[in-house]
T-cell receptor, first 116, second 109 residues
Framework: GAGVSQSPRYKVAKRGQDVALRCDPI?????LFWYQQALGQGPEFLTY????????KSGLPSDRFFAERPEGSVSTLKIQRTQQEDSAVYLC??????????????FGEGSRLTVL | GQNIDQPTEMTATEGAIVQINCTYQ??????LFWYQQHAGEAPTFLSY????GLEEKGRFSSFLSRSKGYSYLLLKELQMKDSASYLC??????????FGTGTRLKVLA
């Protein structure tokens, strides 16, 4: 597709379950970002990939959060042993820019996670 | 976002002009973005400023003053469909984007 695609759009998990959220960036976009957005808040940075390399994971809230992009295209954000505070929308964004001048971010529609 | 300050909510009338202000910390500054986000949807790009001055794009304009760490988004001839959250985002360094909490704009008939 032409845009950033995320799945699932909605996920309900019981506390303690593991979840995996998928992101398909725009073809050819080198940079990929994961953000967490709580209700009424702006997106908060989680992690950044340049191709398959995870250059920054400083925003991941705990070691229960793990992200990968093994072939430099599709990325997966995994959350182990989910907690209620993990409930949020997880946004994926991709960009042509690899550094230097900042580039426009193209966002997916997000995966809304609800932990019961 | 701890580095970004913008009003939480604004209300304006259809056909009017509204200005949404944003202040940011200037260290490592590499550009200022504005995004529009309708409820339940993805943020979409509106504008990008890296040099001082005004960038105009149709009904939307964005202004930047780097020395003051200040930007604003100006929306003219407001339409009902402009009701959305407007996110100010600072680019720091080579890839980091810091978002504000967003300004929720309500356009009234």
């Amino acid at each position: 597709g032409a845009g950033v695609s995320q799945s699932p759009r909605y996920k309900v998990a019981k506390r303690g379950q593991d979840v995996a959220l998928r992101c398909d960036p725009i073809s050819g976009h080198v940079s990929l970002f994961w953000y967490q957005q709580a209700l009424g808040q702006g997106p908060e940075f989680l992690t950044y990939f340049q191709n398959e390399a995870q250059l920054d994971k400083s925003g991941l809230p705990s070691d229960r959060f793990f992200a990968e992009r093994p072939e430099g295209s599709v990325s997966t954000l995994k959350i182990q042993r989910t907690q209620q505070e993990d409930s949020a929308v997880y946004l994926c964004a991709s960009s042509l820019s690899t550094g230097g001048a900042a580039g426009e971010l193209f966002f997916g529609e997000g995966s809304r996670l609800t932990v019961l | 976002g701890q580095n970004i300050d913008q009003p939480t909510e604004m209300t304006a009338t259809e056909g009017a002009i509204v200005q949404i202000n944003c202040t940011y910390q200037t260290s490592g500054f590499n550009g200022l973005f504005w995004y529009q986000q309708h409820a339940g949807e993805a943020p979409t790009f509106l504008s990008y400023n890296v040099l001082d001055g005004l960038e105009e794009k149709g009904r939307f304009s964005s202004f930047l003053s780097r020395s003051k760490g200040y930007s604003y988004l100006l929306l003219k001839e407001l339409q009902m469909k402009d009701s959305a959250s407007y996110l100010c985002a600072e680019s720091e360094g080579t890839y980091k984007y810091i978002f504000g909490t967003g300004t929720r704009l309500k356009v009234l008939a």
